[in-house]
């Protein structure tokens, strides 16, 4: 199983960016997607996303500006950032709880990572 994010990049404050997660391999299910950010010298935090149905959250300091979607039938997970700030600057990580083909457990799987530069 393979997480590939895409669409990390510079934008200016105020900007907007869309990040994209495909989920390829033998996978059966899904049971969340999520993205997660992390800067240097600071623990990684949930920026929005749904861990085994547990609903949809949202990082407090991104709602109204973030948008998570999820097409179920592709295994995609979509982030769309508006209204971008500096403290937004971080590197994008997506994360999927999956089950595998013949194998009833669910694994945790991280994508590699897109950097998000918010900077004038």
């Known amino acids: 199983v393979q997480l590939q994010a895409f669409g990390g990049g510079l934008v200016q404050p105020g900007g907007s960016l869309r990040l994209s997660c495909a989920a390829s391999?033998?996978?059966?299910?899904?049971?969340?997607m999520s993205w997660y950010r992390q800067t240097p010298g600071k623990q990684s935090e949930l920026v929005a996303g749904?861990?085994?149905?547990?609903?949809?959250k949202h990082a407090d300091s991104v709602k109204g500006r973030f948008t998570i979607s999820r097409d179920k039938v592709k295994n995609t997970l979509i982030l769309q950032m508006d209204n971008l700030k500096p403290e937004d600057t971080a590197v994008y990580y997506c994360?999927?709880?999956?089950?595998?083909?013949?194998?009833?457990?669910?694994?945790?799987?991280w994508g590699q990572g897109t950097q998000v530069t918010v900077s004038s």
């Open positions: 994360n999927a709880l999956v089950v595998r083909v013949g194998d009833p457990r669910t694994y945790e799987y």
């Open positions: 391999g033998s996978i059966i299910s899904i049971n969340g």
């Open positions: 749904s861990r085994s149905g547990d609903g949809i």
